[in-house]
């Protein structure tokens, strides 16, 4: 008896472990993308850089996570980021600028001083809310001339969803305010000539 016990135990433990495995969801990966369309090009813009995005550390997590409005974070098991989200908004800044300034050096920092861009911009984002059916981004960036800032702006832009929008359509409507974002800082850049 003792011996049917020694075989059947760990078996059972298989068995179970088997079991639990298979309704394990597994995990959705997302990106941002650059969203921005060629404009014409603005001929005497010089060198820009985007400086290496700075964001609230309960957004630098590998789960989607957004505020609802108020003080609560809403955070999603499943679906993660497939890259650090600060990376990401770097890079979907720096390449939504490339879009909007083709013929212009577009880089993303940190660079050596010696090599760095004319006009430098500083992004900060400071909260992305998810409330009703609105996605709404807070930021603020900041112009910088051979390292010296000039301007600053702060902006709020929303995007509608529709009700009971999913996970990837909040992670586009995303995308689509950072190509709004870059927008912003087009017109400033252009204002710095």
């Not at 990837?168 to 912003?184: C, I, K, M, P, T």
């Amino acid at each position: 008896m003792k011996n049917n016990v020694k075989w059947f135990l760990p078996l059972l433990a298989v068995l179970l472990l088997s079991a639990c495995a298979s309704r394990v969801t597994p995990f959705q990966y997302f990106t941002l993308k650059p969203a921005v369309e060629d404009k014409p090009d603005h001929s005497s813009v010089p060198s820009i850089g985007v400086a290496p995005v700075r964001i609230p550390g309960w957004m630098d997590r590998s789960s989607l996570i957004v505020n609802d409005g108020g003080y609560k974070l809403i955070r999603y098991d499943n679906q993660r980021w497939g890259e650090p989200l600060q990376d990401a908004i770097t890079r979907t800044l720096t390449q939504n600028l490339k879009a909007l300034f083709p013929r212009s050096d577009v880089q993303s920092g940190p660079w050596l001083r010696s090599q760095a861009p004319e006009i430098t911009v500083a992004v900060d984002i400071s909260n992305l809310a998810w409330s009703g059916n609105n996605l709404e981004l807070d930021a603020s960036f900041t112009f910088l001339k051979k390292q010296a800032s000039v301007e600053s702006r702060t902006v709020r832009l929303t995007r509608n969803l529709p009700k009971g929008s999913s996970p990837e359509q909040w992670v586009e409507s995303f995308s689509y305010l950072l190509a709004d974002l870059s927008q912003r800082i087009e017109k400033g850049v252009v204002a710095q000539q």
